[in-house]
């Protein structure tokens, strides 16, 4: 999606999507997005596609035929051919995975689980579910639509007016993703990933500092590719979930999670955390404990087949079952110095787990912590600022300070000198000076996504 | 039992489970407005209404319930079919 190619294709669409007449507009968006996946994928991925779509529309379908009590070993047909080809490909044929897989087939079990709790109606025109299926933005790595939220949009999408102030924020969305990949995303991978490709040679500071810079790499890839899919949509008159809501400023575990990856842990809340926790109710304050490690678990599983990502998934799970085992009565707000506390105790979580979650095993994890405590600053900082140079390096914490600083203001950011950007001449100036410094400044070699992965 | 009347047994629930002795159970009530109200809590807050009014809320229902509002009309209805 960071390609002259793309940017193209999408002027082409969206100018065809908002010229040609309404009742055309999914059929375009259907065509665009058919294009967009023949054009990324092989003839298994396109298959694989194709069959989520026809598979669930039909089992869809049948679903809505049957009486709400009846409907059950319908979804688990559903359900279970669904998963079955989404864990064929991931455990059985991993490096033939077709790309977005864990997300279209989501995507797809959303609308089947809400109309077996009839919480949509069934669709009955199969390019409006192809379409919501398989939305081009969205397709790589989510957001993962839910069918209660995205299926009414497209099924009214051909009276929605064209707005000028949609594309304008549609536009400025994806602005502001290009900027969080190529200016802080890739630049920060330039330092995060020949440590953590060769974890062996690099002790001390020279693990530590990518470490420290590791999950803001993370953050600004993943929030990146989330604001230009989001921003993309927008400007079609679509609107995505959102993914992110400032996670690096949260308080807690339980608050992390509310704010991280949102479109899947609330889809994971919604169809494994609930139905699990509420059915062990029983058992008192092990039934949420118990919901936790199967919803953690089972995100360590789609998000691939590594022993890391269960250790990951089970650092998290365990933190907030020590965080929902000690819960205590709280009338009074956090003070400044509690709120600052426990954000530093976050970041430090999110530190030790994103190494895990970025080693290549489990012996590699053992391997950078041991030399993390290898400790010779001078020396260490004289290599890394040999290897980096000065001005990388200290622009590099600049940028994770400001992705932080921004993190833990609520709102709206507010930056200085925003009553001048008021202006409309003065915003396009400011937009001009963005992409030019993309353009300049930015690292545009790579198109891959982390996520993109999964 | 009216729907005043389960809302009134339903306050000092919530302020139990959701530790806030001021807080008044109303029907436009969601998560959103409690502190502490959350996927984790919802599971005790649950268990603790059906152990008073002694019912067994469905996962179909639980799942759709929107406000506060909806939880007082299942909590009618399953009190009434239990009586009936």
């Avoid at chain 1, 079990?109 to 109309?115: E, K, R, T, V």
């Avoid at chain 1, 118990?290 to 269960?310: P, Q, R």
């Avoid at chain 1, 507010?414 to 915003?427: D, E, I």
Wanted: aromatic fraction near 12%.
């Amino acid at each position: 999606m960071i390609s002259a190619t793309f940017l193209a294709f999408f002027a082409v669409v969206v100018i065809v999507h908002w010229a040609a007449p309404p009742r055309s507009r999914v059929f375009i968006l259907l065509a665009a997005s058919a294009a967009f996946y023949i054009h990324e994928q092989t003839i298994a991925g396109i298959a694989s596609l194709a069959g989520i779509v026809v598979f669930g529309y039909l089992v869809g379908r049948r679903m809505g035929s049957l009486p709400e009590d009846r409907r059950l070993p319908t979804l688990l047909v559903g359900v279970a051919g669904e998963l079955g080809m989404l864990i064929a490909y991931k455990y059985v044929a991993p490096s033939s995975s077709p790309l977005g897989i864990s997300f279209f087939t989501f995507t797809s079990l959303s609308y089947l689980i809400d109309i077996y709790y009839d919480m949509v109606p069934v669709e009955r025109r199969v390019a409006n579910y192809a379409l919501y299926v398989s939305f081009f933005p969205q397709i790589v790595s989510g957001p993962i639509a839910r069918a209660t939220k995205l299926l009414p949009q497209i099924d009214a999408h051909e009276s929605r007016a064209f707005s000028y102030d949609d594309v304008a924020e549609g536009l400025r969305l994806m602005l502001w993703g290009f900027a969080q990949k190529v200016l802080i995303a890739n630049r920060l991978a330039e330092i995060t990933d020949p440590a953590f490709d060769n974890p062996a040679g690099m002790q001390g500071l020279m693990i530590l500092v990518p470490a420290i810079l590791l999950p803001f790499q993370i953050y600004c890839d993943f929030a990146g590719y989330t604001d230009i899919a989001r921003g993309a949509a927008r400007t079609l008159g679509i609107d995505l979930l959102p993914n992110f809501e400032h996670p690096y400023g949260a308080t807690s575990p339980s608050d992390l999670w509310r704010r991280w990856h949102m479109s899947l842990y609330g889809w994971l809340t919604d169809y494994v955390y609930t139905p699990i926790a509420m059915g062990a109710r029983g058992l008192g304050r092990l039934a949420p404990i118990l919901g936790l490690w199967t919803t953690f678990l089972l995100s360590a599983v789609w998000h691939g087949t590594k022993l890391t990502y269960i250790a990951w998934a089970s650092i998290h799970a365990l933190v907030l079952s020590v965080e929902v085992w000690r819960r205590k009565a709280r009338t009074e707000p956090l003070s400044r110095g509690e709120i600052f506390l426990r954000r530093c105790a976050i970041m430090i979580l999110l530190i030790f787990a994103d190494i895990v979650f970025r080693a290549r095993s489990l012996p590699e994890v053992g391997l950078i912590l041991t030399n993390m405590a290898h400790l010779a600053p001078a020396a260490q900082l004289r290599e890394l600022l040999a290897m980096h140079g000065a001005s990388h390096l200290i622009i590099a914490f600049a940028m994770a300070a400001l992705i932080q600083i921004i993190q833990t203001r609520p709102g709206p950011v507010v930056v200085p000198g925003v009553r001048f950007l008021r202006a409309r001449p003065a915003r396009w100036v400011a937009y001009c000076l963005v992409f030019w410094a993309i353009i300049y400044f930015g690292r545009l070699d790579t198109d891959t996504f982390l996520y993109g992965a999964f | 039992m009216t729907r005043e009347e389960i809302k009134a047994q339903l306050t000092p629930i919530f302020q139990t489970v959701f530790k806030n002795p001021a807080l008044v159970v109303q029907d436009q009530l969601v998560a959103a407005d409690v502190p502490g109200w959350d996927s984790l809590s919802n599971v005790a807050m649950i268990a603790e209404v059906e152990k008073h009014f002694k019912i067994r809320v469905k996962l179909r229902e639980i799942l759709k319930m929107k406000n506060v509002g909806d939880l007082v009309d299942c909590i009618d209805r399953s009190v009434a079919s239990r009586a009936g």
